[in-house]
T-cell receptor, first 112, second 115 residues
Framework: SQQGEEDPQALSIQEGENATMNCSYK?????LQWYRQNSGRGLVHLIL?????REKHSGRLRVTLDTSKKSSSLLITASRAADTASYFC????????????FGEGTQLTVNP | GAGVSQTPSNKVTEKGKYVELRCDPI?????LYWYRQSLGQGPEFLIY????????DSGLPNDRFFAVRPEGSVSTLKIQRTERGDSAVYLC?????????????FGPGTRLTVT
C-alpha cells in the first residue's frame, strides 16, 4: 500500500486563489518531497523538506512538515492556470534508503 | 543541460513478448531509479542502482523483470513474457549520488501497452 495519502484527491479553484494539499504518512522519514506531474508523464521536483525542518518556501510554494502528526502540506499561493497538474508527496523512509514512496496524488485544476 | 531521457516514449507489444526500456540519466549522476506508474496512481518503486550495481531491487514485482546498468550510466529495464497487467508508464530518475537526501530528476517516461 502507498505510504503517503494525499488529501483532497481533486481540487478545483479559480486563478488567484490559494491551493492547499495535504499528505499523511505512516512511518518515520528522512525527508518528504513534493513533485508535480503534467499529463501523466515526467515528474518535476518542487521542494524537499527534511525531518528536522518544519517549513520551507520556494517562490509561491510553502511546505510544512509535522513529524508528530506524520503529515505535510503544500500551499500554492496566487494560483495560475499553469499550476494545473497532479501533485504528489513522496517520502524517503528511514528504513528504505533513497527510494521514494509516493502517495496517490492530488489533481489540481486552476480555472482561468 | 540535458535531462533524463527515456526511449522509446511509447511501446505497444503483444502479450508474451519481450521488451526493453532504456534510460539515459543526467551525466555524472551515480544513482539511477526505475519506477512504474499505473493510471491514476502514484509512481511505485522498482529498482535503484548505485553505479553499476543494484543497491535495492525489492520493488521488482517478479522474476520477469530485470534491469542492468553495465557501465554505470545508461540503464535498461527488461521485461520478459509481458502480461497485460504490465501496462503502465515506466519512469526513470537519477540523482547526483545515492544514499538519499537529494531530489530525483525524472525522465518523461515510457508508456508501455501490452495487448
Amino acid at each position: 500500500s502507498q505510504q503517503g495519502e494525499e488529501d483532497p484527491q481533486a481540487l478545483s479553484i479559480q486563478e488567484g486563489e490559494n491551493a492547499t494539499m495535504n499528505c499523511s504518512y505512516k512511518t518515520s522519514i528522512n525527508n518528504l518531497q513534493w513533485y508535480r506531474q503534467n499529463s501523466g508523464r515526467g515528474l518535476v521536483h518542487l521542494i524537499l523538506i527534511r525531518s528536522n525542518e518544519r517549513e520551507k518556501h520556494s517562490g509561491r510554494l510553502r511546505v510544512t512538515l509535522d513529524t508528530s502528526k506524520k503529515s505535510s502540506s503544500l500551499l500554492i499561493t496566487a494560483s495560475r492556470a499553469a499550476d494545473t497538474a497532479s501533485y504528489f508527496c513522496a517520502t524517503e523512509l528511514e528504513t528504505s534508503g533513497s527510494r521514494l514512496t509516493f502517495g496517490e496524488g492530488t489533481q489540481l485544476t486552476v480555472n482561468p | 543541460g540535458a535531462g533524463v531521457s527515456q526511449t522509446p516514449s511509447n511501446k505497444v507489444t503483444e502479450k508474451g513478448k519481450y521488451v526493453e526500456l532504456r534510460c539515459d540519466p543526467i551525466s555524472g549522476h551515480t544513482a539511477l531509479y526505475w519506477y512504474r506508474q499505473s493510471l491514476g496512481q502514484g509512481p511505485e518503486f522498482l529498482i535503484y542502482f548505485q553505479g553499476t550495481g543494484a543497491a535495492d531491487d525489492s520493488g521488482l514485482p517478479n522474476d520477469r523483470f530485470f534491469a542492468v546498468r553495465p557501465e554505470g550510466s545508461v540503464s535498461t529495464l527488461k521485461i520478459q513474457r509481458t502480461e497485460r497487467g504490465d501496462s503502465a508508464v515506466y519512469l526513470c530518475a537519477s540523482s547526483l549520488v545515492g544514499g538519499g537526501g537529494l531530489e530525483q530528476y525524472f525522465g518523461p517516461g515510457t508508456r508501455l501497452t501490452v495487448t
